[in-house]
């Protein structure tokens, strides 16, 4: 199983908006609303971000939303601010036996 | 606030066995899973297999049976067995906690809510 794809690197100013694409294939993304979000500041765990394709849990900031379009999940962090430098994951279920398939990550670089 | 804490040795030798455990702390472990997923230096993240409270696993096929996840409910531990590791093995190990998604059908989903700090594996010779 392949892992999804990411853009290796987003950059933006703060305040900006920034989104950026994880794609799959029909057998993940396309077929399951079971996406999630991750983000990953360095030395540090993942935190959960985004679940169920939009849904954010308890404590994550209103600035950070995602959608999903066929085989393609989007997550957008607006109002950028310096503490949203790191690295960003998402993870599908997939109907393959690997089960939970990441994706490649995408660095978020706030100039 | 339930919390999660991997242990274990940090230092393997080629085809040597790792063993690592996960302690879950502050909370119930009732109706959640619990993974295993490792993210090798510089890299992505790989899921490694899951246990659900009351024993049942699944596992990531492309570990080739290599692994093994067991629990002790009554410790709130999980533990990892990976056998014959080699220097491709060489990574930072998390156990995280998820749980079902039931709208309509039972999904095991992904949405990794509590993570632990992760325990660094190095296998060399």
């Known amino acids: 199983q392949s892992a999804l794809t990411q853009p290796a690197s987003v950059s933006g100013a703060p305040g900006q908006s920034i989104t950026f694409s994880c794609t799959g294939t029909g057998s993940d993304i396309g077929a399951y609303s079971l996406v999630s979000w991750f983000q990953q500041h360095p030395g540090s765990p993942p935190r959960l971000l985004i679940s169920e394709v939009t849904k954010r849990p308890s404590g994550v900031s209103p600035r950070f939303s995602a959608s999903k379009s066929g085989n393609t999940a989007s997550l957008t962090i607006s109002g950028l601010q310096a503490d949203d430098e790191a690295d960003y994951y998402c993870?599908?279920?997939?109907?393959?036996?690997?089960?939970?398939?990441f994706g490649t990550g995408t660095k978020v670089t706030v100039l | 606030q339930v919390q999660l804490k991997e242990s274990g040795p940090g230092l393997l030798k080629p085809s040597e066995t790792l063993s690592l455990t996960c302690t879950v702390s502050?909370?119930?472990?009732?109706?959640?899973?619990y993974s295993w997923i490792r993210q090798s230096p510089g890299k992505g993240l790989e899921w490694l297999g899951y246990?659900?409270?009351?024993?049942?696993?699944k596992y990531n096929p492309s570990l080739k049976s290599r692994v093994t996840i067991s629990g002790d409910p009554p410790k709130k531990q999980f533990s990892l067995t990976l056998t014959s590791v080699s220097a491709a093995d060489t990574a930072v190990y998390f156990c995280?906690?998820?749980?079902?998604?039931?709208?309509?059908?039972?999904?095991?989903?992904?949405?990794?809510?509590?993570w632990g700090p992760g325990s660094l594996v190095t296998v060399s010779s």
């Open positions: 246990i659900f409270y009351s024993g049942n696993t």
């Open positions: 993870c599908s279920y997939s109907e393959s036996d690997s089960l939970y398939v």
């Open positions: 995280a906690r998820h749980r079902a998604d039931c709208r309509g059908v039972c999904y095991v989903a992904p949405y990794f809510d509590t």
């Open positions: 502050g909370g119930s472990i009732d109706s959640f899973f």
